[in-house]
């Protein structure tokens, strides 16, 4: 059984960094969908960005290209959301997520692509 531990939260002023860790426990397989997702207060949980676990493929929402960037690591069984240039709109609970089916950019951004949610971690992002 996976299961995954978000770190790396916090405050920040704008135009700051972060750097959120995701920790996988258990056994992952290539093919699985990594996904960072966030969601603000009375908004939707929408993606930040994707990740086939094997590397190759990333894939980023529109507000966020150019300034995050997602990363793993294989020995540590990690996944990472570089935030860069941080704005007050990037204020909300970051979630990571896996999805065992696989990974694909034309359903990255789906929350039913994931099947394994991580607790979230709070950032925020002071003017």
């Known amino acids: 059984q996976v299961q995954l531990v978000e770190s790396g939260g916090g405050l920040v002023q704008a135009g700051g960094s972060l750097r959120l860790s995701c920790a996988a426990s258990?056994?992952?397989?290539?093919?699985?969908?990594m996904g960072w997702f966030r969601q603000a207060p009375g908004k939707e949980r929408e993606v930040v960005a994707g990740?086939?676990?094997?590397?190759?493929?990333?894939d980023y929402a529109d507000s966020v290209k150019g300034r995050f960037t997602v990363s793993r690591d294989n020995i540590k069984n990690t996944v990472y959301l570089q935030m860069n240039s941080l704005k007050p709109e990037d204020t909300a609970v970051y979630y990571c997520?896996?999805?065992?089916?696989?990974?694909?950019?034309?359903?990255?951004?789906?929350?039913?692509?994931?099947?394994?949610w991580g607790q979230g971690t709070q950032v925020t992002v002071s003017s």
């Open positions: 997520a896996v999805g065992r089916l696989g990974y694909a950019s034309s359903s990255y951004h789906y929350p039913t692509t994931y099947d394994l």
């Open positions: 258990g056994r992952t397989f290539s093919n699985y969908a």
């Open positions: 990740i086939r676990w094997s590397g190759g493929s990333t």
